[in-house]
């Protein structure tokens, strides 16, 4: 069996570290392994409808930026398939046969759709599409039969519910799909990025990110307004590590040769862990140190992006040139459900036959 990767992001937005510690590096590192014989990159532009199905132009506006975000942090249209998900009408075919397989109660105790709903004030009307999601996104990963998907630890439920699907499907028409396998970051920090307030999560609604294509002067300043240790008042005072964002980023991005750059007074991070729990280690000198991490990290990414923003019309043609492949892919899956599911009524020689024979005469 061949190992393919799909996975993908809504185009909401910019992308931001949270994306890149949690997905992005990731794929780009899987893309260059060699270990896999496909791998496709969605931009879900049809699920980022479900919940912005009234401003259009904001989806519309941001394929661009998501796709200049993907090619800036190193995926390679040449090995990477990446593809405009509204343009393969196929996995709507493949969601409507899902829907099937899959009961109301049963995507209501979905945590992240459930907590979507009320992130979204959903709670009084929820759009069919949107309450739907998981069910697309199912269609999404079996329409292209991917062995694995690299997620963040809050697509989890989304993935067991994508699990099930493919394994009732199998069940009840036999082995048509294929159960995909999750990858979450190996460094578990990564796993979900705290926002620059010390919110749970890094989110482009709420606004507490730092993005992929901010410039130098904006990322300094969203890093020194960044939320720390709000006991930690004067210098001398024993400062805290949980919930502490700067430390938290910290253990996501610093590495050994960081100290040896930017920190010499520490060899490493726990160094500087205690040295801040025990006090007499001020906010702005760890801030600064992040800084100048956070800033190494993305200056390649920035100036790549600037290569990119010089014909955009390029980009449009790798994404028209990624979705026409994506397409064919997934119509052959299309083509074995519809196979399986004995639907397949006009290329089906021996049931037309058959019936040919019974009403002989």
């Known amino acids: 069996m061949e190992k393919i990767i799909l996975t993908g992001d809504r185009p909401t937005g910019r992308l931001h570290l949270g994306h890149y510690v949690g997905s992005l590096k990731r794929r780009v590192e899987l893309q260059n392994s060699g270990e896999f014989d496909k791998v496709y990159i969605m931009i879900a532009d049809a699920q980022a409808l479900t919940d912005n199905f009234d401003n259009p132009e904001k989806v519309r506006q941001n394929i661009i930026e998501v796709a200049l975000d993907y090619l800036s942090v190193g995926l390679d249209p040449e090995k990477s398939t990446l593809f405009i998900q509204s343009q393969i009408p196929q996995l709507t075919e493949l969601s409507f046969y899902y829907m099937n397989l899959v009961t109301v109660a049963r995507v209501q105790r979905n945590p992240t759709v459930k907590n979507e709903i009320l992130q979204k004030n959903f709670e009084a009307s929820i759009p069919v599409g949107f309450f739907c999601y998981p069910i697309s996104q199912a269609a999404d990963i079996t329409a292209f039969k991917a062995t694995v998907v690299p997620v963040g630890e809050d697509q ?63 990322v300094r300043q969203k890093v020194m307004n960044m939320y720390t240790d709000p006991t930690h008042i004067k210098v001398s005072d024993p400062g805290h590590l949980e919930g502490n964002t700067v430390f938290t980023y910290l253990d996501a991005f610093s590495r050994p040769e960081h100290f040896e750059m930017y920190l010499p007074d520490y060899s490493n991070l726990q160094e500087l862990k205690d040295h801040y729990t025990r006090g007499g280690l001020g906010d702005v000198k760890i801030k600064k140190f992040l800084n100048s991490i956070l800033q190494a990290e993305l200056e390649p990414i920035r100036a790549h992006r600037k290569e990119y923003e010089k014909d955009i019309a ?13 397409r064919a892919v997934a119509e052959s899956t299309l083509q074995d459900v519809k196979n399986a599911m004995k639907i397949n009524y006009f290329s089906d020689t021996e049931l037309i036959k058959a019936q040919a024979e019974k009403y002989k005469g």
């Open 156 to 218: 989890l439920p989304m993935l067991e519910q994508t699990k099930e699907i493919v394994r009732k499907f199998n069940s009840i028409y036999g082995e048509a799909l294929v159960e995909p396998d999750i990858m979450l970051p190996d460094n578990t920090v990564c796993r979900r990025l705290p926002g620059t307030d010390g919110k749970a999560k890094m989110s482009k609604s709420i606004g507490n990110c730092i993005n992929l294509a901010d410039d130098a002067e904006t």
């Open 314 to 326: 390029a980009v449009y043609e790798i994404l028209r040139k990624g979705s026409e492949k994506a």
